[in-house]
């Protein structure tokens, strides 16, 4: 019988990375996200090349009425073996002083309220099934803070204490629990930090070799395929330019 993910924010970067990298591990798909004809193409992508069943949902992960509503009428009772919970965002890279308050509910919204909506629908499922697989998307800024980053660092602290906290509560009902916490990056991650700005974005990665999505999707891979009782709960991967959030390698 093929196993079922879902993949939120699999529009783009480490969450399309991860939808085609289960696919090859055939598992079918439930891909979320914003972007509608994002998702058709990740979708017609990933169809033309696997044998899976891929269903798409466009929702906002930040509206708790939309993330029910997907997962109690839209899913309807499929089984869920793993959920990759890649929604997530950065805005703004300011001093807390000066930051912009309408970032900070964004990031709180998407990166922490989001993962626990729909954490708390898939996960009692799993309880009564007694298996699954959460993997919770969080970054180096959840193990380390730096200047600039205060409320994207502390969402990131909050995925990781959470999925801690998952692993604790779920280890006794056959419920394995991960926290990725990638470095470097070269996706949209930065474009959407600047608003847009390209050039500021691209500066980010400027004179290093930075992880690429698949870099990151190939690791959740490597997590999710671990046997039964092999439990990968935490994983820090780093581009060999970088040695801490603002310690980077520039050649």
């Given amino acids: ?36 004809e994002r998702l058709e193409t990740v979708k017609q992508q990933i169809g033309s090349t696997f044998r899976v069943d891929v269903s798409i949902h466009t929702f906002d992960i930040r509206e708790r009425e939309q993330v029910e509503n997907f997962c109690r009428n839209e899913i309807g009772e499929r089984t869920i073996d793993v959920l990759v919970n890649n929604a997530g965002l950065a805005s703004g890279l300011s001093p807390l002083h000066e930051g912009d308050v309408e970032d900070w509910e964004k990031m709180i919204d998407t990166n922490v309220k989001g993962l626990l909506y729909i954490t708390r629908e898939i ?24 200047p600039n980053g205060n409320v994207y660092c502390a969402t990131k602290h909050a995925v990781k204490a959470i999925s801690e906290g998952l692993r604790k509560e779920l280890f006794d009902k056959g419920i394995k629990v991960t926290n990725i916490a990638p470095g470097l990056v070269e996706t949209e991650f930065s474009i959407v930090r600047f608003h847009g700005d390209k050039q500021r974005a691209d500066s980010v990665y400027a004179g290093m070799q930075p992880l690429t999505a698949k870099d990151i999707a190939d690791c959740i891979g490597f997590a999710v395929s671990r046997p039964a009782h092999v439990n990968i709960a935490d994983m820090l991967i780093l581009s060999t330019d970088q040695a801490a959030s603002t310690m980077v390698n520039r050649k």
């Fill in 1 to 36: 019988m093929s196993k079922t993910a879902i993949v939120t924010g699999a529009t783009a970067g480490i969450g399309e990375a991860t939808a085609h990298e289960l696919a090859k591990m055939s598992y079918d798909l439930i891909l979320t996200g914003r972007r509608k």
């Fill in 123 to 146: 996960a009692p499922r799993m309880v009564e099934q007694q298996s699954g697989h959460i993997v919770n998307v969080g970054s180096i800024a959840g193990i380390e803070v730096y």
